[in-house]
């Protein structure tokens, strides 16, 4: 109950954020030194709140459907392949953790490239893999491919991190029982590891979002919340308030995902949930 | 037959490097059935060591170890004995029953027997009703206490302990020492316990063994045999007198029964 009063009062903060600084912000935005530190507050770049909902309830086109169905659409499109980047991300994280926890030397030797994907520019990645799009998977795919070369990473270096943190000494105990790799892994590191996982799956999930909406607009996949936004950009000048009913549907997407994420945590963090110390 | 027997061992650390360190150095130990043998001693000299080397979570460098009539190795892998450490190291995200239950599922106990047997073993440290609790909701001394039932879930014949009291308040830790002599007295176990404390040895032990630094060997074994194990034995003379002992031993003083 509380947690949806903050939400609504964080809401109501945003929106007062929005519309206060159209009510005192220049039209022409600030200029400092030749530069626009501060957006233009004029309709045309920043339309009202209710004008954007309103436009969300008004046809796409004259005559066609209205936009919210086009826009919720799109971002059930976009979600199902934020979902496949996610959950083929997050399986080769977690493979590449495990490889990395049981043999230094792949860490040693993997560590390096797993950080140096992340410095690859997706816009330099994206017309490769769109390639394959058509012939060796179909075009979506291609687009859940670089969701999931964005999501991975979180979940490689956290779970590698969460492996590794179980003490010496329950090391040791597992020793003691003649447990064997295997089984320590499961018994110990594993479960161990889940407060490092969450984290990083929360990561893995935005990431795998922004690798979504940049993957569709740069692999010029249709159909997807990114898309959206690209075509409805276009009619910017004539049209401002459309984009944004785009832009807030790709917000709203990432909130569903980092929502869906955190449910993961429930049945599986019940420890964490009593704190009452008992003395005796 | 002994429950322990450590002969001609020597551990070196880092062997061939710089940073080389004898932690041990030509060390005989035999533990006797049902016997309670402290190991005392300076930080550094060596005496986690020799436990581990018990417990075969270290090779030795030389020597053998021998564990009920087998390699260490052997031993361990039949899970013939349990083992304390300081920390109580539980599993925060299993149950106190489900902690105890963890060696005997590694064994590959049935679900009905495993249950049972933790129980039964909850109750000897005197937790039966906290086995539905998360580690977390309890006190230190009794996580240690859950520790000591996780060490006997197995009924192991040899229990080794390192420094399992040393984090606790002296009132909840003479209470656990009277529990872990009850313990042992009913199930036979013998004890490799590794203390810090001069009356913790001299209280628990059949006999003190004590050890000193660089390199890691033994200087002297007392036994000790107070006429009785509870507060009256704790003001006996002969208590004293063996802790004055020990503390001649442990300063490297001449020595009157030293064997």
Redesign the interface.
Known sequence: MRKVLYAVIGLAVAVALWEGYKVVGSPDGTVLFGVRVLPRADDLSMPHVWTVLDRLGRPELTGGRPVWIVVVQACLFTLGITAAGFVIGALVGLLLAVAMERFRIVERGLLPYVILSQTVPLVALAPLVAGWGGTIMPAWATVSVIAAYLAFFPVAVGMLRGLQSP?A??V??M?????GWW?TLV??RF??S?PYLFPALRLAGAAAVVGAVVGEISTGTRGGIGRLIIEYSREATSDPAKVYTAMLGAALLGLVVAGLVSLLELPLMR?RR??????? | MSAVVVSSVTKTFNQGRTDEVVALSDVDLTVGDGEFVSLIGPSGCGKSTLL?LI?D?IPPSTGTVTVAGKGAGTA????A?G?A?Q?A?L?????VLRNVE??L???GMTKAARRTRAEQMLALVGLED?GG??P????G??QQRVAIARALAVQPPLLLMDEPFGALDEMTRERLQSELLGICAKTGTSTVFVTHSISEAVFLSDRVVVMSARPGRITASITVGLPSRDDAGRQSPAYFDKITEVRQALRGAPLKTAS
């Open positions: 003490s000494s329950g040791e105990l020793r003691s029982y003649a447990a089984r018994k110990l479960p161990a889940l420890h009593h704190v009452e110390v008992v003395t005796l | 581990r417990a979570l361990r892998k039949e899970q004995y083992i450490f920390q190291g599993f925060e995200w299993r149950t963890l060696p599922e590694l064994r906290f609790h998360y977390a909701q309890l006190s001394g009794m």
